[in-house]
């Protein structure tokens, strides 16, 4: 169904600060009605002054994604475009991160995220014409250490993608994979947090320390980019004729990804990692 933009409804998730509150705007200013959600709605309040509708949700219940959805079909018809932004980093190491806490990382960053899109598939696939846009990571593509879980929940959205756009391209639904760099959001001071509270004062203190003040410091404030730069490509992703399966942004993401894959082994990655974030090679 080839209908213009500006016949279109997207649904933002995440949209109340960062990546999402940048993306909003920009499918709004395109002419796309955009409903932003997310579950702190008070912040997203100077959207309606762009003509955004704002709407209440919980990624982790299940109540709360089916009233989204429903409330959106019955004001618009139904969501053309799906930004699945939601997502946090739960940071700390593999053997002290409270499996609570992993699983509420999994609930999040993967199973809001397919449930979300499990409901919008019907409407797009029975009108022949969707675009399904996850944002993942370069860390869903390399990991580093003290992220174990939150790489695992990045690792997975990439996998689930690729089935997607497969099952879903006979009836011209596009899944697209979002993958950005450092950017300027809370996402690294939410990060640093969980890392110092979980993994501060423990065996793994001394590294965790260091990556704390990577996290907190002037260098990766230096190096991230405005959250523009992923508007920037989301829209490129939506107007595209035939859409990229995946996009990287910023500049020095791409850069990170290229040294990765340079690298070649494991190892060598790894201490590439290592000596980037100035983590002691042993403890």
Same mark, same amino acid.
């Given at each position: 169904m080839n209908k213009p933009l500006n016949q279109r409804t997207a649904l933002v998730t995440g949209a109340s600060s960062g990546i999402g509150e940048a993306t909003a705007l920009r499918l709004a200013s395109l002419g796309i009605t955009t409903y932003a959600a997310a579950r702190r709605v008070e912040k997203m309040e100077p959207l309606k002054q762009h003509g955004i509708r704002v709407i209440n949700l919980d990624v982790t219940d299940e109540t709360s994604i089916k009233s989204c959805v429903e409330q959106i079909a019955a004001e618009a018809g139904g969501i053309d475009i799906l930004v699945n932004n939601a997502g946090y980093g739960s940071y700390g190491s #593999?053997?002290?991160? &409270?499996? $609570?806490?992993?699983?509420?990382?999994?609930?999040? !960053? *993967?199973? +809001? *995220?397919?449930? *979300? @899109?499990?409901?919008?598939? &019907?409407?797009?696939?029975?009108?022949? /014409?969707?675009? #399904?846009? !996850?944002? @993942?990571? #370069?860390? +869903?593509?390399? $990991?580093? &250490? %003290? +992220? +174990? /879980? %939150?790489?695992?929940?990045?690792? $997975?959205?990439?996998?689930? @993608?690729?089935? *997607?756009?497969?099952?879903? $391209? &006979?009836?011209?639904?596009?899944a697209i994979l979002i993958r950005p760099g450092a950017i300027k959001t809370e996402w690294s001071g939410i990060a640093a947090d969980s890392l110092l509270a979980v993994s501060g004062n423990g065996p793994y203190a001394r590294a965790v320390r260091v990556m704390h003040s990577l996290f907190t410091g002037p260098s990766l404030e230096k190096m991230a980019a405005d959250p523009s730069v992923i508007a920037d490509v989301i829209e490129e992703a939506i107007t595209a004729r035939r859409p990229k399966s995946g996009y990287l942004a910023p500049l020095a993401a791409k850069v990170m990804i290229g040294i990765g894959k340079l690298a070649g082994g494991d190892r060598l990655r790894d201490a590439i990692t290592r000596s980037f974030m100035k983590l002691p090679k042993k403890m």
């Open positions: #593999i053997e002290e991160v &409270p499996l $609570a806490d992993a699983r509420r990382q999994v609930e999040v !960053n *993967l199973f +809001g *995220l397919a449930r *979300l @899109t499990q409901l919008v598939i &019907p409407h797009m696939r029975g009108q022949r /014409w969707g675009k #399904i846009l !996850n944002v @993942t990571s #370069i860390g +869903g593509l390399q $990991a580093a &250490p %003290y +992220g +174990g /879980w %939150y790489h695992a929940t990045k690792f $997975a959205v990439e996998g689930l @993608t690729s089935s *997607l756009r497969q099952e879903l $391209a &006979p009836f011209d639904v596009d």
